[in-house]
């Protein structure tokens, strides 16, 4: 893989996403000046799939998906470092994809198109160069992951990138402050099934040569998480107040991947062989 010096900056969509910023519209640009983006989780994934991003020729990419886009940060990153590049964030879930498209209006995206739908529902083969799935797999029961539908829809010499929890986790305080979210994985986390190995094992089932895998989020970054997540909880102001600190705890984590051998998510990219 070469790796590509494309300028990627995630975040600037939250105006756009949030409910929360929507609702204060200029406390919010404020607070975005001063603290820069404000999920704790989703910029720590940032960094992880940003650096994924640039192991890959994504300035050779004409078409690319966002397969599962959520709220559509990673296409938005993606359309405005791209602009000749024509994106598809396919999202199922009906509120998410109204949220995506008013996006689109709002900050004038002219190269993603919202495909509401499953992958599988796609008529045209080998149309895509770059499919990709940050923290969506593992929402997923083990036998409805879209791999072969991927692999049907990626070009010959495309790439597959597909990021999820590990399912051995690593927790820094006592996982009784954590009950709540601990029943919210039980419901959704339906997928959250394999370890490295067997992911990368998973992609050469499917007909994957996997050409990159890594372990993310060790010690560090679950701290500024979980601290993230209990200040939350107390309100805003709080939460702010320790975002610095949580980014921080962050950022020392990224110091220590070069060599990672363990962690608490997983990503693995394939290339499907010309």
Excluded at 57 to 68: A, H, R, S, T, W
Excluded at 138 to 146: A, K, R, T
């Amino acid at each position: 893989m070469n790796p590509t010096t494309i300028d990627l900056k995630f975040g600037v969509s939250q105006m756009q996403t949030s409910k929360s910023m929507n609702k204060n519209p200029m406390l919010s640009k404020l607070i975005y000046k001063i603290f820069g983006y404000t999920n704790i989780g989703n910029w720590a994934r940032s960094l992880v799939v940003i650096k994924l991003f640039k192991q890959l020729p994504l300035q050779n990419f004409k078409k690319i998906m966002d397969l599962g886009a959520g709220l559509g940060e990673f296409s938005f990153m993606l359309s405005s470092a791209l602009p000749d590049t024509q994106i598809t964030a396919l999202e199922i879930w009906p509120d998410r994809v109204e949220i995506l498209k008013k996006a689109l209006e709002a900050g004038n995206y002219k190269n993603i198109t919202v495909y509401p739908d499953k992958i599988e529902t796609i008529k045209e083969q080998d149309i895509f160069d770059f499919i990709f799935a940050i923290d969506v797999f593992e929402h997923i029961y083990e036998n409805e992951m879209p791999f072969k539908a991927c692999w049907e829809k990626i070009k010959p010499g495309g790439y597959l990138m597909v990021k999820i929890p590990n399912i051995k986790q690593i927790t820094v305080l006592p996982e009784s402050f954590f009950k709540e979210h601990q029943k919210w994985l039980e419901d959704e986390h339906v997928g959250q099934i394999y370890d490295l190995d067997g992911l990368a094992s998973r992609f050469e089932k499917e007909g994957f040569t996997v050409v990159h895998r890594s372990y993310s989020d060790g010690w560090f970054s679950r701290l500024g998480w979980e601290i993230g997540y209990l200040t939350k909880k107390r309100g805003r102001i709080m939460q702010l107040i320790f975002l610095p600190l949580c980014k921080l705890f962050v950022r020392i984590d990224r110091l220590f991947e070069k060599n990672k051998n363990k962690g608490n998510a997983i990503q693995v990219i394939g290339i499907k062989k010309a």
